[in-house]
T-cell receptor, first 114, second 116 residues
Framework: AQSVTQLDSQVPVFEEAPVELRCNYS??????LFWYVQYPNQGLQLLLK??????LVKSINGFEAEFNKSQTSFHLRKPSVHISDTAEYFC????????????FGGGTRLMVKP | GAVVSQHPSRVICKSGTSVKIECRSL??????MFWYRQFPKQSLMLMAT?????????EQGVEKDKFLINHASLTLSTLTVTSAHPEDSSFYIC????????????FGEGSRLTVL
């Protein structure tokens, strides 16, 4: 079975500062990794994903995450956050080639202050 | 990207009544849909996997007679919370997988159920 740990439940940060949201996973098989964002009272939106290939993946709104197999991590970073980035962020893992059953981390609430 | 729509987005009901939540894939066919439950300030917990034309597969601890799932077509899955009680109040989210897709799931907007 897979598991996902998001080490920080809340991350407060000032606008335009850099941020890193940490995610570590455990699995005995190859996995796909995802970051989803959830705004209040809404469903989840995919932010970015790693399936294979380049270990650094980027989203269209400035976020990026790097798959580190040796450290079993998939940390999410943004060099300069905006107020609008305030949301809940979930890291998730799925067994590669095995039906997309996602296991979610506990979530990290990113709070961007002016 | 593909769009998944849930209805209703919010529902308030009296204890003992049943509530049906619909999950539709609007622009693609989904052989498999997933139902999640999310308590306040917590992560998503998978409740069941819904397969078109067959019985749903429930996760351990989820009562299949209480949470009825029907996946009658490639674009629609429904979750019915039967004889709802206040402890069933939660945010229910569905997701769907595009046929042939290797990894990405698309999520609905969620349905907030409040049982009085």
């Amino acid at each position: 079975a897979q598991s996902v740990t998001q080490l920080d439940s809340q991350v407060p940060v000032f606008e335009e500062a850099p941020v890193e949201l940490r995610c570590n996973y455990s699995s005995s098989v190859s996995v796909y990794l995802f970051w989803y964002v959830q705004y209040p009272n809404q469903g989840l939106q995919l932010l970015l994903k790693y399936l294979s290939g380049s270990t650094l993946v980027k989203s269209i709104n400035g976020f990026e995450a790097e798959f580190n197999k040796s450290q079993t991590s998939f940390h999410l970073r943004k060099p300069s956050v905006h107020i609008s980035d305030t949301a809940e962020y979930f890291c998730a893992v799925a067994k590669a080639n095995a039906g997309n059953m996602l296991t979610f981390g506990g979530g990290t609430r990113l709070m961007v202050k002016p | 990207g593909a769009v998944v729509s849930q209805h209703p987005s919010r529902v308030i009901c009296k204890s003992g009544t049943s509530v049906k939540i619909e999950c539709r894939s609007l622009d693609f066919q989904a052989t498999t849909m997933f139902w999640y439950r999310q308590f306040p300030k917590q992560s998503l917990m998978l409740m069941a996997t819904s397969n078109e034309g067959s019985k749903a597969t429930y996760e351990q601890g989820v009562e299949k007679d209480k949470f009825l799932i029907n996946h009658a077509s490639l674009t629609l899955s429904t979750l019915t919370v039967t004889s709802a009680h206040p402890e069933d109040s939660s945010f229910y989210i569905c997701s769907a997988r595009v046929l042939g897709n290797t990894g990405e799931l698309f999520f609905g907007e969620g349905s907030r159920l409040t049982v009085l």
